[in-house]
């Protein structure tokens, strides 16, 4: 990574407003049927534990990242190079950070590709559009975002991406609303409160929606104080529970 002057990173709401955007995304849409299956008591609680463990976790990953680059006498370490050195005389090093660099490459496509198959697949069969063209249009609009180098770039990009999430939140909630209105819907019951049967099925949707510390060191790269990088995640994270529980 290029070094960076401490006076032209990023403030932390604009590091706020990048890992705000990292969590809150596609998996978003898929809480309301998670309450549904497993309760709204247990779906809640398990939000807010998953965001509450997503923040500790990310504090132990910032600390052992700072604590780990001084002893190395580094401004910053990438991920290969922080499993390199965490465990050092206890795994292979080289095969260690090698197997961390991969993970967090298919990772990062994988999360990618989800999104992508998911805006191409919902404005297909919302406009009756075959979904391979739609997919190659979202996926060439994409293409430019991946060109977004500097940091302060993408938490630009970042708030509108926020907004637009807000606002598919928002119109998914109305268009419900409009059509229970209409008549001719049978009006949903209430979920139960604990479904504990449904539980472990909904644990994958909720933490895909926090399990996002491979992307996160990058943005502390660039923040101007790093040592606010914990207070930021915890915030993000405290943030994204707020919104997706409501919803």
């Known amino acids: 990574e290029e070094s960076l002057d401490e006076s032209q990173g990023i403030s932390p709401p604009e ?46 990953l910032v600390r052992s990242e700072r604590r780990l680059a001084l002893i190395a006498e580094k401004s910053r370490l990438t991920y290969p190079e922080l ?19 991969t993970v967090v490459v ?31 249009a979202v996926a060439a609009l994409e293409l430019p975002l991946c060109q977004l180098r500097s940091f302060a770039w993408l938490s630009r990009a970042g708030a509108v991406g926020n907004v637009a999430v807000a606002a598919g939140m928002a119109a998914v909630v109305a268009t419900g609303a409009a059509a229970l209105g209409q008549g001719g819907h049978p009006r949903p019951a209430a979920p139960p409160a604990v479904v504990w049967a449904a539980l472990p099925r909904a644990l994958g949707p909720i933490s895909f929606n926090f399990a996002v510390h491979f992307s996160l060191l990058p ?23 707020a919104a997706g529980v409501p919803f």
């Open 106 to 136: 298919v990772g990062c496509f994988a999360v990618c590709a989800a999104f992508v198959a998911f805006v191409a697949s919902t404005i297909a069969l919302e406009h009756g559009l075959r979904r391979e063209v739609v997919l190659i």
């Open 219 to 241: 943005v502390m790269h660039a923040m101007r104080r790093k040592d606010g990088m914990a207070r930021v995640t915890a915030a993000a994270f405290a943030a994204v529970a």
């Open 15 to 60: 590091a706020f407003v990048s890992v705000v955007r990292v969590a809150l995304g596609a998996g978003a849409f898929s809480l309301p049927r998670v309450f549904v299956d497993c309760g709204w008591c247990a779906a809640a609680a398990a939000a807010a534990g998953m965001a509450w463990l997503s923040a500790v976790t990310m504090d132990q």
């Open 83 to 101: 499993v390199e050195m965490a465990f050092e005389g206890a795994l292979p090093p080289r095969a260690a950070a090698a197997a961390v660099h």
